[in-house]
């Protein structure tokens, strides 16, 4: 992958000096002020912004995110493309367009007939936090997603009063509406005609954020425990047929990468409860993550709170990409089309999400790619 090293701001259409279209950018609406940063050799962008609007409206106080009751609704849903990019995107391989609708029918009920094998999944009752380092090895083009039943208490010693915790892998080998976490299949069409692969990079305007300037302490614990990520599955070229598209595989392959984009944000509240657990979180610092990396048990809750001594047979290091690291690419894309799957979860082992009692809150999730010319560039040189 190609890393950009210098940074460029704009916020007007920018002029290629090859021999394809002009585009411009469209940022994700935020109220977070940023600052924009562009990679060097980009002429060509693509835009897709997804904006989620979430309403929290059940939360029990809890010790730790294993037996949190937490009903996020997805009232809104959308990605774009920037026209004239000569990218689009689609869900089933055959309708490529610039704007998508999200919801429940389009991701799921649509797609029945028109991509019969998808495997996406739906929070038809709201997210439950989860558990997810990612990909196990670069031939499984799904992220290992762990899930708990809740937690078992000890017959004989009822001090222990948080009890016991078995986890489960979680399933999707069907389409599901309810689920915890949000799970689907993006298809993305590059017509540019670049000799060899352009990469495609997250915007700085890729957010999560609590759209209330009001929002609670507690709530904006949970906000800064969201994680988005994204697996690059494998790419066909521009002729291959719907059945070929479709099922494209990793072939060993596979790419992986988490965003955090709330890395470095801790509450007051959430500095002064990790610290009866003996973790020093400082705001603006990153604290990292160990995400559980098998199923089973039994674990005691204790042991299973970040900064604590972790069993290395469970839990594993989460590696994400950071909120302020937009000048890496997340991967590349070649001439022709490439399927990737994108995740939104709540990761219940971030220390944000520690003791969380709340009424609730909306906050407001953008996604915002963009892709440069890196093949025209280097064939160029």
């Known amino acids: ?63 730790a995110w294993f037996s949190t009751n937490l009903n996020v609704k997805i009232k809104t849903f959308r990605m774009v493309i920037q026209k004239n990019s000569d990218l689009s995107i689609s869900f089933d391989g055959i309708n490529f367009e610039h704007s998508l609708e999200i919801n429940k029918e389009t991701i799921i009920d649509e797609l029945n007939t028109l991509y019969p094998n998808h495997t996406n999944q739906w929070a038809a009752n709201g997210f439950i936090p989860v558990s997810s380092a990612g990909i196990p090895n670069s031939n499984t083009p799904k992220f290992n997603v762990y899930e708990t039943s809740g937690v078992m208490y000890a017959r004989r010693d009822r001090e222990k009063l948080n009890g016991f915790l078995r986890t489960r892998l979680a399933k999707e080998t069907e389409p599901r509406e309810y689920n915890s976490y949000l799970a689907f299949d993006v298809f993305i069409k590059n017509e540019t005609g670049s000799p060899v692969a352009d990469n ?71 500095i002064e409860r990790a610290a009866k657990h003996n973790v020093q979180l400082v705001d603006g610092i990153k604290y990292p993550t160990y995400a559980y990396k098998a199923a089973g048990g039994p674990i005691y809750v204790k042991d299973s709170i970040p900064g604590s001594k972790l069993d290395p047979q469970f839990f594993e290091f989460q590696e994400t990409r950071d909120e302020n690291d937009f000048d890496n690419p997340i991967f590349q894309i070649p001439n022709g089309v490439t399927k990737a799957r994108i995740y939104i979860w709540i990761e219940g082992q971030d220390v944000d999400s520690i003791e969380t009692d709340s009424e609730g809150a909306e906050v407001e999730i953008g996604i915002d790619f963009t892709k440069d010319t890196a093949g025209w560039d280097a064939f160029d040189e």
Do not use: W
Request: with cysteine; proline share 2%; charged share 25%.
């Open 1 to 63: 992958m190609t890393k950009q090293t210098t940074k460029k701001t704009t916020k007007t259409t920018r002029t290629s000096t090859q021999k394809h279209p002009k585009t411009t950018v469209k940022s994700a609406k935020s109220t977070r002020k940023r600052k924009v940063s562009t990679p060097r050799k980009i002429n060509k962008k693509l835009t897709i912004i997804v904006i989620l609007l979430l309403a929290i409206l059940l939360i029990f106080s809890t010790y």
């Open 200 to 270: 495609l990079y997250l915007q700085d305007s890729t957010i999560i954020q609590a759209v209330d300037e009001n929002i609670t302490e507690e709530m904006l614990g949970l906000v800064n425990s969201f994680r988005i990520g994204f697996v690059r599955i494998g790419s066909v070229g521009l002729k291959a047929s719907v059945d070929e598209i479709q099922n494209i595989s990793c072939n060993s392959q596979c790419e992986e990468l988490i965003f955090e984009p709330n890395s470095k944000n801790h509450t007051a509240l959430s």
